[in-house]
C-alpha cells in the first residue's frame, strides 16, 4: 500500500531517491541559467535530449533586445543540443505539457515552481531550480525525498457560480501558504471525479501555494478521455487511500465564489466581502485559468456586453487560442471589448503587456497576489473566470450570478 | 562546515518576488541581483546583508522557483540563511548555489552574533545554542563542494 507519490517514486516517504526523469522542462526565463550553469559544468553532451523540452512563454514575445537575444542564444542551444522547443505563442509550459507530452506515472521536473500543475494527470511532477534543471539535462535523472502525503477529500459537486479556481483557493485557504511545505497533496474523493481536466489543472496548479511539492489526482476516465483528445493512450491508477499524514474535507456543494485579497495568496475571502473593490484591469489567463473552459467560462458571461474595465486575455497554449475561435468564444471576449494577447504567462510576473502602476488595483485568475508583483504599487485580487468576467462587466469586484 | 555573522532578522512568508522582483530577471549580469536584492521589502537592506546571515521566520522563499534569488543573496555577500522553515525549491536552489541553509528555531535580534556548524547540526546565536535540522548527506556533499556545478565537477 502506498501514496501515487510512493508508487511512483518506488520508495515510502521520507526516504531519498534518484531517480530517472521522463519529462524535464524549462522556459525562457529559467532556461537561460540552466543553460549558464550547463556551460559551468563543462558538459557538451547530453545522453537523452528526446526527455527534455524548452517552452517559451515567461516574456513571449520580447519585450526588450536583451530579452531578445538571450532568448535566441536559447533557441540556438535547443537546435544544436536536439531539446525540442516550443517557441512564442506555443503557450505556457505546463499548459503545453498537459497537451499529450506528460503521462499518468511519469517522474517530471519543470523548472518553475507550478510544475505541480501536471499531478492532475497522475504524474509525479515537481518545480526545480534552473542548476537542478542543468544536472537533469547532463545526467536524465535527479535525487527526491519522496514526499509524506495530505489528502485533500472531495464531497459533492461543485455548482454555478462556483467553480474549481474556488476550490483551489478554498484549499489553500485552509492549508495556508506553508501547510503543505514538502509534502504532496492527493486530491482524492468521489468529488475529484467530477471535476474536468482543465479543473484539475488549476486545483493541481495552487498546489505550490501551499507549500507543496506536488498535487496529484490518479488518472481515471477523465484523464484517459482527455489524453485520447491529444492522441495518447493512458490507462487509469488505482488509489489506494492509504498512509495519508491528514486529511483536508472539502465539500464541493459549499464552495462559493472566493477572492484573494492582497498581498497573501492564503488570505481568501467570499467574493460578497470584497464586491465594491474598484478595479483598474482585469486579468484573465496563466497556467491556473488560461485554460478553454475557463475562456468559455468567462465568455459565457461578457457575451453582448463591454467590460468597464481594461480587460487583457491570455489563452494558456495555441491549442487553447484554436479552440476559442473555431467555437466562437474568442469573438465573443473581442466583441466585448477585451485585449487578446499571444498564449504565454502575459502580465502575471510583472514584468510585461499589463503591468500594473502605482496604486492600481487588478483582479486576475493568476495564482500569486505578492506585494509588487504585478507592477510596484499595484494590488492583485485572485479570483475565477466567472468572478472576472462579471468584474469587469462592472468595473469593481463583483459576485458573478448562477449560469 | 562553519560560519558566523551578525544577524539580520526578517519576517515569515518572504517570497522570492521580494527577494528579487521579476522586472530584474531578464539579465546573466548576477551583480544586478545583487543590488536589488529585497528592494520592494526594504530598499536599505541591500547595502547591510554583506558577511550577514540572514534569519527570517517560517517559509523562508517561498513563490517562484527563480534561482535568481539565491544567487542574489549570495552574490550580496550573505553568509548564510537561517529560518523556521523553507520552501522548498529555494532550499534546494540554496544548496546548489553554495549559499548555506539552516533550519532551526532561534530567537532573533538584529546585529546579533550567529556561529553555524553544519556537520555539528547546532546554531548559535549571541552564544546561546539551537539544534539545527540535519540536512541530507548528498546536500551536505553539495554545500562542502560550494555547489551543483563544482559537486558535478569533481565527480564527473
Known sequence: ?403 | MQGSGPAVCLGRDIDTDLIIAGRYLRTKNRSVWAEHVFEDLDPALAARIRGSVIVAGRNMGCGSSREQAVVALREAGVVAVVAESFARIFFRNAVNVGLPVIEASVTCTDGARVAFDLDGGWIEVDGERYPARPLSEKMVAILRAGGLVPYWRSWR
Open chain 1, 1 to 403: 500500500m502506498s501514496t501515487l507519490s510512493e508508487a511512483i517514486l518506488g520508495a515510502p516517504a521520507g526516504s531519498y531517491v534518484d531517480r530517472e526523469v521522463d519529462i524535464a522542462f524549462a522556459h525562457d526565463g529559467t532556461g537561460v541559467l540552466a543553460r549558464e550553469a550547463l556551460r559551468e559544468m563543462g558538459v557538451e553532451h547530453l545522453p537523452h535530449p528526446e526527455r527534455l523540452r524548452l517552452v517559451f512563454d515567461h516574456i513571449v514575445p520580447a519585450n526588450t533586445g536583451t530579452t531578445a537575444t538571450l532568448q535566441a542564444e536559447l533557441r540556438e542551444y535547443a537546435r544544436v543540443s536536439g531539446i525540442e522547443l516550443s517557441d512564442a505563442g506555443g503557450g505556457i509550459c505546463h499548459q503545453v505539457m498537459s497537451e499529450g507530452v506528460v503521462r499518468p506515472g511519469m517522474v517530471v521536473v519543470g523548472a518553475d515552481s507550478h510544475t505541480c500543475t501536471l499531478g492532475a494527470l497522475g504524474a509525479f511532477a515537481t518545480g526545480v531550480g534552473a542548476t537542478d534543471m542543468a544536472a537533469v539535462w547532463a545526467s536524465g535523472s535527479t535525487w527526491f525525498r519522496v514526499p509524506e502525503t495530505i489528502a485533500v477529500n472531495l464531497t459533492g459537486h461543485l455548482s454555478s457560480p462556483a467553480e474549481p479556481k474556488d476550490v483551489a483557493l478554498a484549499y489553500v485557504a485552509e492549508l495556508g501558504m506553508e501547510g503543505a511545505t514538502y509534502r504532496a497533496l492527493e486530491f482524492v474523493g468521489d468529488g475529484a471525479a467530477t471535476i474536468s481536466m482543465d479543473g484539475r489543472l488549476t486545483l493541481s496548479n495552487m498546489a505550490v501555494e501551499t507549500g507543496a511539492k506536488a498535487g496529484m489526482f490518479y488518472a481515471d476516465a477523465v484523464t484517459v478521455r482527455h489524453l485520447a483528445e491529444h492522441g495518447v493512450t493512458a490507462s487509469p491508477q488505482a488509489p489506494e487511500d492509504c498512509c495519508y499524514e491528514r486529511t483536508v474535507a472539502i465539500n464541493l456543494d459549499d464552495i462559493v465564489p472566493l477572492v484573494a485579497v492582497p498581498h497573501r495568496v492564503d488570505t481568501v475571502r467570499e467574493a460578497e466581502e470584497v464586491a465594491g473593490t474598484h478595479l483598474d484591469q482585469v486579468f484573465v489567463g496563466t497556467c491556473t485559468n488560461g485554460r478553454y473552459e475557463d475562456l468559455a467560462r468567462f465568455a459565457r458571461i461578457v457575451r453582448g456586453k463591454k467590460v468597464a474595465v481594461r480587460t487583457l486575455v491570455f489563452p494558456a497554449s495555441r491549442t487553447v487560442l484554436a479552440r476559442a475561435i473555431a467555437t466562437g468564444v474568442l469573438a465573443d471576449i473581442v466583441d466585448a471589448g477585451c485585449t487578446v494577447g499571444s498564449p504565454g504567462c502575459g502580465p502575471c510576473l510583472g514584468a510585461h503587456m499589463g503591468v500594473l502602476g502605482e496604486g492600481e488595483v487588478c483582479l486576475s485568475t493568476a495564482n500569486r497576489n505578492f506585494k509588487n508583483r504585478m507592477g510596484v504599487g499595484g494590488e492583485v485580487y485572485l479570483a475565477s473566470p466567472s468572478t472576472a468576467a462579471a468584474s469587469a462587466l462592472a468595473g469593481e469586484i463583483t459576485v458573478p450570478e448562477v449560469a
